[in-house]
C-alpha cells in the first residue's frame, strides 16, 4: 500500500449529554489494527466538557472550536491542528470497528482518490429497529441506507460520521464551508456534500470512494425514532439540498436524490405497504417533508452578497492565536474580545486573504473580576411556544452553566400533544427542568407563571432562540450580590450575520449595549424614559422581591397579545419609575439567532413598533402626570429607529424603505392593538 505516511483522526463533541458515547467513539480510535499518529478531540463551545476530557485522556489532543459554534467550524478547528497526510472524521456517538482506519486507508493506494468514507450501522438505544423507519430512511438517524453501494464504488459524496480526505485537498480547496450550517432556526447541514463536490472540480479525475467494509455503529436514541422527529429532519434535509444547491448547481447537488427517490423509494413503498403500512406512509412523509424544504428553501432569503456577510468569532486574549483563520468569503470579522470570564471589547476587523490580524490587541492585565462566591438558588424562566429544537438548544445552554443550584421552568404557552411530549422528554434528561403548561396565549402570562412557581431567590427569563455563554449567570448573579440591584441585564450578540436580513436586524435592532457596565437607578431622572438602553428583557436575571412588588409582567403587553411586544421593556419602565435598579452587565454573554428570512424580519420589525408604542400608552393611561416626559423624550427614540442609517449599528446599510413602512405601521397599529388587548383580557 503506498499510502501516507501519516493520519490524523478528528473527533467533534458539542454536549455532555453524550459522554459515554464519547468515551466508546475514542477510545475505538486508540485501539484501531492501524494507530493513528495523532487523535483529536474538538469541543464546540462547551469549556466544562474539554476540562473533563483533559482530565481523563492521555496522548490525545482536546481542542476547544474558537470558530463559530457549529460542526463546520470545529471540524476546520480540527483540521488547523492535524498534521496528518490523511485527516479522518469520526462523530462522537459512532464507534469504529478495530480495522476501520486500516479499511479507510487502503484505497488511498490509487493516488487519483481523494477521499474515502464507511458505512454507519444503526446501534438503537431502544433495542431494535423501529416499525416507523425502513432501512431505506436509515440517512434519517445518520446510518447507511438500502440503496448504497454494498461493494467498495466511487459515490458523489461520503457520511460525515464516517469519512477521510487527504491533507492535499483542504490545501487546495480549504475546508468545510461554515456558512452552510445553521439558517434562522433549520439545523442546515450537507457541508460534507459541499466539500466532496468541491473537491472533485477542483482536482480533474478525482476519486470519492465508499468503503462499505470500513464500519462504525452509529448510536441512535429513542427521541430520533418518532414521526415528529422523522418529519424535522427531512425538511432540514430539503432546506439543506435547497442552499447547496444555490452553491454548487442543482446537477450536482441532486444527482443522487434523483436517483434514490425514482430508483429506491418506489419499490420499497411496494414492499411495505402490504406488511408494513406505517413503514410506507414514513417514506411518504419524509420525501414530501424534504421536498417542501426544498421549495421553501430555493425561495428563502439568500445569502447576503459576496463580502457583506460578517465572520462572527469569539476570541480570548489568554488563548486566541494572534492571526485567525477564515473563510476567504468574508471581508470583515466581528470578534467578541474576552478575558476568562470578562468582556473586553467586541471589535470590527478586516479579513485579508482568509486571515484576521489581532496581533495588536493588549494582551496585558488579568481577569480580576469577582470569583461570584455568592450563590444563591436560582430559576431561569424560558416561554416558549412549539420550538422544541430551539427551546433544548436554550435550556441545554444554561445547564451547561455549571451553576450548582439552579432551576430551569420551561413554560409551554401553546400546549399541543406533540410539544408537550417533547417537553417532557427534555425534562426526563435532568432533574433540573421542569415543565409548566400556560394555555392562554401571551408570553406575559408565561413568564408570570415561572416566576410565580419558581422556588429561586433571583429569577432568570430567557427567550428560546437565546443561548447564553458558560459564565453568563455567574456573572449576573455577581452583580445581584449587591442588594440594591434589582435586575442584571446582558450583552447578547448574533450568531451569525450571513443574510441581509440578520445584517439588517443587528443595525437597527441589535441588543448589544456595548461593553461597558452601566448602571440605572432613582438618581437618574429620565433614564426610563427610554428603558431600551437598559438591555434586553428576554436575557435577564431579577431579584424575585422586585418582581413581587411589580407584580410581575404585564399580560396586555408582549408576544401572543394584540401588541405584540415590549412587556419586558415596561417591566424596566415601572422598576426604574419606582425607584429600583438595573445593571447592564456585558460580562454576562448570550447570542441570539437573527431572523434569517427578510419576510420575517419585516413581521418582526412590525410587531417591535407595535408593542413599544402601545407600552408608552399603557404607561400614560396607568400614570397621566407622564405623558409630558414621554411626550419630550420618545421622538428621538423613534427618529434613531427609523433612521435610514444608524451610526453606532455595524455594518452600516441604508434600511430599506419597506422596513421603514413597516414600523410606522406598526405604530399605527398599536392603539388598536391595545384595546383589543383590554377586551381579550376581560373575556
Known amino acids: 500500500m503506498t499510502v501516507t505516511s501519516s493520519v490524523t483522526v478528528v473527533v467533534c463533541a458539542y454536549t455532555q449529554r453524550r459522554w459515554r458515547e464519547l468515551l466508546r467513539a475514542v477510545e475505538s480510535v486508540l485501539v484501531q489494527t492501524v494507530r493513528p499518529d495523532q487523535v483529536v478531540v474538538v469541543v464546540d463551545h462547551e469549556p466544562v466538557l474539554a476540562e473533563r476530557l483533559e482530565r481523563v485522556f492521555t496522548g490525545v489532543e482536546v481542542l476547544r472550536n474558537r470558530g463559530v459554534r457549529g460542526l463546520s467550524a470545529a471540524r476546520n478547528?480540527?483540521?488547523?491542528?492535524?498534521?496528518?497526510?490523511?485527516?479522518?472524521?469520526?462523530?462522537?456517538?459512532?464507534?469504529?470497528?478495530?480495522?476501520?482506519?486500516?479499511?479507510?486507508?487502503?484505497?488511498?493506494?490509487?493516488?487519483?482518490?481523494?477521499?474515502?468514507?464507511?458505512?454507519?450501522?444503526?446501534?438503537?438505544?431502544?433495542?431494535?429497529?423501529?416499525?416507523?423507519?425502513?432501512?431505506?430512511?436509515d440517512w434519517v438517524v445518520g446510518c447507511s441506507y438500502t440503496g448504497l453501494p454494498r461493494h467498495r464504488a466511487d459515490v458523489r459524496n461520503l457520511m460525515g460520521?464516517?469519512?477521510?480526505?487527504?491533507?492535499?485537498?483542504?490545501?487546495?480547496?480549504?475546508?468545510?464551508?461554515?456558512?452552510v450550517g445553521r439558517v434562522g432556526t433549520t439545523p442546515l447541514g450537507c457541508e460534507e456534500t459541499e466539500l466532496c463536490i468541491r473537491a472533485r472540480r477542483a482536482f480533474d479525475g478525482g476519486r470519492i470512494v465508499f468503503e462499505p467494509a470500513a464500519t462504525v455503529d452509529h448510536h441512535v436514541p429513542p427521541e430520533r425514532t418518532s414521526w415528529a422527529y422523522l418529519a424535522r429532519r427531512s425538511w432540514a434535509e430539503g432546506r439543506s439540498k435547497a442552499l447547496i444547491s444555490s452553491m454548487v448547481g442543482q446537477a450536482d447537488a441532486l444527482e443522487s436524490e434523483r436517483d434514490y427517490v425514482r430508483r429506491v423509494l418506489p419499490g420499497a413503498v411496494l414492499r411495505e405497504l402490504p406488511r408494513k403500512p406505517r413503514a410506507a406512509a414514513a417514506i411518504a412523509l419524509s420525501?414530501?417533508?424534504?421536498?417542501?424544504?426544498?421549495?421553501?428553501?430555493?425561495?428563502?432569503?439568500?445569502?447576503?452578497?459576496?463580502?457583506?456577510?460578517?465572520?462572527?468569532?469569539?476570541?480570548?486574549?489568554?488563548?486566541?492565536?494572534?492571526?485567525?483563520?477564515?473563510?476567504?468569503?468574508?471581508?470583515?470579522?466581528?470578534?467578541?474580545?474576552r478575558d476568562g470570564r470578562r468582556t473586553r471589547d467586541v471589535l470590527r476587523r478586516p479579513v485579508v486573504h482568509g486571515v484576521v490580524d489581532l496581533s495588536d490587541v493588549d494582551r496585558s492585565g488579568a481577569d480580576t473580576g469577582r470569583s461570584g462566591t455568592w450563590t444563591p438558588?436560582?430559576?431561569?424562566?424560558?416561554?416558549?411556544?412549539?420550538?422544541?429544537?430551539?427551546?433544548?438548544?436554550?435550556?441545554?445552554?444554561?445547564?451547561?452553566?455549571?451553576?450548582?443550584?439552579?432551576?430551569?421552568?420551561?413554560v409551554d404557552n401553546r400546549p399541543t400533544t406533540p410539544s408537550v411530549r417533547a417537553l417532557q422528554a427534555l425534562a426526563a434528561d435532568d432533574a433540573r427542568?421542569?415543565?409548566?403548561?400556560?394555555?392562554?396565549?401571551?408570553?406575559?402570562?408565561?413568564?408570570?407563571?415561572?416566576?410565580?412557581?419558581?422556588?429561586?431567590?433571583?429569577?432568570?427569563?430567557?427567550?428560546?432562540?437565546?443561548?447564553?455563554?458558560?459564565?453568563?449567570?455567574?456573572n449576573l448573579v455577581a452583580e445581584l450580590a449587591d442588594p440594591r440591584v434589582d435586575c442584571a441585564t446582558s450583552l447578547v450578540l448574533p450568531v451569525a450575520l450571513e443574510t441581509p436580513a440578520q445584517l439588517v436586524f443587528e443595525q437597527l435592532k441589535g441588543f448589544g449595549q456595548g461593553v461597558v457596565l452601566q448602571r440605572w437607578g432613582p438618581e437618574d431622572r429620565t433614564a426610563w424614559?427610554?428603558?431600551?438602553?437598559?438591555?434586553?428583557?428576554?436575557?435577564?436575571?431579577?431579584?424575585?422581591?422586585?418582581?413581587?412588588?411589580?407584580?410581575?409582567?404585564?399580560?396586555?403587553?408582549?408576544?401572543?397579545?394584540?401588541?405584540?411586544?415590549?412587556?419586558?421593556?415596561?417591566?424596566?419602565?415601572?422598576?426604574?419609575?419606582?425607584?429600583?435598579?438595573?445593571?447592564?452587565?456585558?460580562?454576562?454573554?448570550?447570542?441570539?439567532?437573527?431572523?434569517?428570512?427578510?419576510?420575517?424580519?419585516?413581521?418582526?420589525?412590525?410587531?417591535?413598533?407595535?408593542?413599544?408604542?402601545?407600552?408608552?400608552?399603557?404607561?400614560v393611561l396607568r400614570r397621566p402626570g407622564d405623558a409630558v416626559q414621554i411626550a419630550a423624550a420618545v421622538p428621538a427614540g423613534f427618529l434613531s429607529t427609523l433612521s435610514s442609517r444608524e451610526p453606532n449599528r455595524a455594518p452600516s446599510r441604508r434600511t430599506p424603505r419597506r422596513l421603514v413602512f413597516e414600523q410606522l405601521r406598526g405604530v399605527a397599529e398599536a392603539p388598536r392593538a391595545l384595546g383589543r388587548s383590554f377586551r381579550n383580557s376581560r373575556r
Open 287 to 337: 420525501v414530501g417533508c424534504a421536498a417542501a424544504g426544498y421549495a421553501i428553501g430555493r425561495t428563502a432569503a439568500p445569502a447576503a452578497p459576496p463580502g457583506e456577510a460578517v465572520r462572527v468569532l469569539e476570541w480570548d486574549v489568554r488563548r486566541g492565536p494572534e492571526h485567525v483563520v477564515v473563510p476567504e468569503s468574508y471581508r470583515t470579522a466581528q470578534v467578541l474580545v
Open 161 to 179: 460520521c464516517n469519512m477521510s480526505f487527504r491533507r492535499a485537498v483542504f490545501d487546495r480547496v480549504g475546508g468545510f464551508a461554515e456558512t
Open 377 to 410: 438558588p436560582v430559576s431561569i424562566v424560558v416561554p416558549t411556544a412549539d420550538r422544541g429544537e430551539s427551546v433544548a438548544k436554550c435550556v441545554k445552554s444554561l445547564l451547561d452553566t455549571g451553576y450548582p443550584r439552579l432551576q430551569v421552568l420551561v
Open 77 to 137: 478547528t480540527g483540521l488547523r491542528a492535524s498534521h496528518g497526510e490523511v485527516v479522518a472524521f469520526l462523530d462522537d456517538d459512532a464507534t469504529a470497528g478495530q480495522d476501520w482506519l486500516q479499511r479507510l486507508l487502503e484505497p488511498y493506494a490509487d493516488p487519483r482518490v481523494l477521499a474515502v468514507g464507511g458505512s454507519a450501522r444503526p446501534r438503537w438505544a431502544s433495542g431494535g429497529r423501529p416499525a416507523v423507519l425502513p432501512g431505506e430512511l
Open 529 to 619: 424614559t427610554r428603558p431600551g438602553r437598559f438591555g434586553p428583557g428576554g436575557c435577564a436575571l431579577w431579584r424575585r422581591s422586585a418582581l413581587v412588588r411589580l407584580d410581575g409582567f404585564d399580560p396586555l403587553l408582549g408576544p401572543g397579545t394584540p401588541c405584540r411586544g415590549a412587556e419586558d421593556l415596561e417591566l424596566f419602565l415601572r422598576l426604574v419609575r419606582s425607584g429600583g435598579t438595573v445593571v447592564y452587565a456585558p460580562d454576562a454573554v448570550a447570542w441570539h439567532e437573527h431572523e434569517a428570512e427578510l419576510a420575517d424580519l419585516r413581521a418582526k420589525l412590525r410587531a417591535y413598533a407595535t408593542g413599544l408604542t402601545a407600552m408608552y400608552l399603557r404607561h
Open 433 to 474: 427542568v421542569r415543565v409548566l403548561i400556560e394555555p392562554v396565549p401571551g408570553v406575559s402570562r408565561a413568564r408570570n407563571l415561572g416566576w410565580r412557581t419558581a422556588n429561586g431567590a433571583l429569577v432568570g427569563f430567557v427567550d428560546d432562540d437565546i443561548e447564553v455563554d458558560h459564565w453568563w449567570l455567574h
